[in-house]
């Protein structure tokens, strides 16, 4: 039998997952190829937590779920084509994504990195549109158009990725590692909390806990991924583990070691908690931050 909050979150999927294959149609024209790379990606799996991070912040606000979903599905798409590009031969090389081929091995490199970009560009017209698909605030669409430009661009995300590149293959300290996960990882995490307390119209106070909360959480995310690429299994990952290894990246494991890293995760999700409950919050995101942890445990 399920738990309240495995019910809450496969309600959160459901909504998520409907909305968004449905703004990408799949039509007779000449570039339907793109589109389908586009829906083989976004239908591959995964957890949704970033979006899921949207509608519960914006439902823990007091704000109109269905305000939120078109802002939630906008950051699925910059997650979804930033793993695309990721697996590119250009950048990590990887083929196989969530127990597929990567979509640069089903559809060939230049669709994929056209299906990267379109996601991308979606994203924004999709947040840009919510007034008029979802009734949301004018403004608020506006403010989230900043926030996730900022989060998701060359002083977020693209720049950890950027960092990333730079040093692959080379030992770096401890302030880099951190460094490029607060951008790489956290930053869209952070992003996704902040749409959701956008869409709700949340107390700038409310805002900037739950957007510590974020940089927390995704830390602690970043650090159990580098764990679970040691200690866990090709077919729970989808992926082949040890693909840090592989590529001679500094992690969080063999900065720290295994049991320490370990520690740290816990720690992060510690502080985590911390600044959920300065926020406005509900129990489901207290058991999701939590559930994260166990994935090591």
Do not use: W
Not at 169 to 188: M, R
Not at 228 to 250: F, M, R, Y
């Amino acid at each position: 039998m399920k738990t309240n909050f495995l019910m809450q979150q496969d309600e959160y999927i459901k909504l998520i997952n409907e909305k968004l294959y449905s703004y990408v149609a799949v039509e007779n024209t000449p570039y339907d190829v793109v589109k389908e790379a586009m829906l083989y990606s976004l239908s591959a799996g995964g957890k949704r937590i970033r979006p899921i991070l949207t509608l519960a912040f914006c439902e823990a606000n007091g704000g109109n779920l269905k305000k939120a979903l078109p802002f939630a599905c906008a950051v699925e798409m910059i997650h979804c084509y930033s793993l695309i590009h990721d697996d590119l031969p250009c950048m990590d090389d990887d083929d196989m994504r969530r127990g597929k081929p990567s979509c640069h091995k089903q559809f060939g490199e230049a669709n994929a990195l056209l299906a990267g970009d379109s996601l991308l560009t979606l994203s924004f017209h999709t947040i840009a549109n919510a007034h008029h698909l979802a009734g949301t605030d004018s403004l608020a669409c506006l403010s989230a158009v900043g926030a996730l430009s900022e989060y998701a661009g060359v002083n977020g995300m693209v720049g950890g990725q950027v960092i990333d590149l730079i040093n692959e293959g080379k030992k770096i300290d401890a302030d880099t590692l951190y460094k490029t996960h607060s951008l790489k990882t956290a930053a869209l995490i952070c992003s996704a909390i902040k749409l959701g307390a956008i869409a709700a119209n949340a107390s700038d106070e409310a805002t900037k806990n739950a957007v510590s909360y974020g940089y927390e959480l995704g830390m602690a995310f970043q650090i159990i991924d580098d764990i679970l690429d040691v200690i866990s299994d090709e077919k729970t990952l989808g992926k082949p583990i040890g693909s840090d290894a592989d590529n001679q990246k500094t992690t969080f494991v063999s900065l720290y070691s295994l049991d320490g890293a370990k520690k740290l995760a816990g720690e992060h999700t510690k502080r985590a908690l911390d600044f959920l409950a300065r926020t406005n919050h509900s129990e489901f995101l207290f058991e999701l931050t939590s559930s994260l942890l166990t994935r090591i445990n």
